[in-house]
């Protein structure tokens, strides 16, 4: 065999073993400061995280700019702020978010918050969320572990929606949700990458 070959086939040969370790490259570690910034949902939106602070999340997602939504997050269950197409809404909560403790199995929270909406427009909301463990979640060829947490939320008009997230605390945002409107089938949307 001419050297050349011998040598591209080495080369060949080469790449394909080192394909596994390239794939584990890829992966986040949720422990590290290197995380995710950006998702790819199977429902087509695109997620972007634009500031991680403290038990803060804000972040965008959305399929389109007219769908797009601007939050803010504590603690991975209490929305503060969001912004939309039809205006900005803050959510003032009954518990001190400066005192929760970090996302865990075994959580339950309960909390009411006032919405208001720039207009001035107010209605009052209540959730309660519980967390279990739960597995992990495969995107691509990593495998990450998840906390599931299951939120209800109703609001003065009645029951707004049953929510199950499978959240990956160090990235501070769910890789799947599940959300079931009263009368409706639930909707599922799951990352199918990140970046």
């Not at 929760?100 to 919405?115: H, K, N, R």
């Amino acid at each position: 065999m001419p050297v050349f070959l011998r040598s591209l086939v080495l080369a060949l040969a080469l790449a394909v073993l080192a394909l596994p370790a390239a794939a584990a490259e890829t992966c986040f570690d949720p422990a590290s400061s290197r995380l995710p910034m950006q998702a790819e949902l199977d429902d087509g939106s695109h997620f972007e995280v634009i500031e991680r602070r403290g038990d803060r999340l804000h972040y965008r997602i959305g399929r389109s700019p007219e769908t797009m939504l601007e939050m803010t997050v504590a603690g991975a269950f209490f929305t503060t702020e969001m912004i939309g197409a039809k205006g900005a809404q803050n959510f003032s909560w009954s518990v001190d978010l400066t005192t929760l403790p970090p996302v865990a199995a075994g959580q339950t929270v309960t909390a009411e918050a006032t919405v208001t909406s720039l207009a001035g427009a107010s209605r009052r909301l209540w959730s309660e969320a519980t967390v279990s463990e739960g597995g992990t979640v495969t995107i691509g060829d990593c495998t990450y572990p998840v906390l599931r947490i299951e939120t209800r939320q109703s609001s003065d008009g009645g029951p707004i929606a049953r929510v199950v997230r499978l959240y990956q605390p160090g990235f501070m945002f769910s890789l799947e949700t599940i959300i079931q409107l009263p009368n409706a089938s639930p909707v599922t949307a799951r990352v199918k990458e990140l970046r």
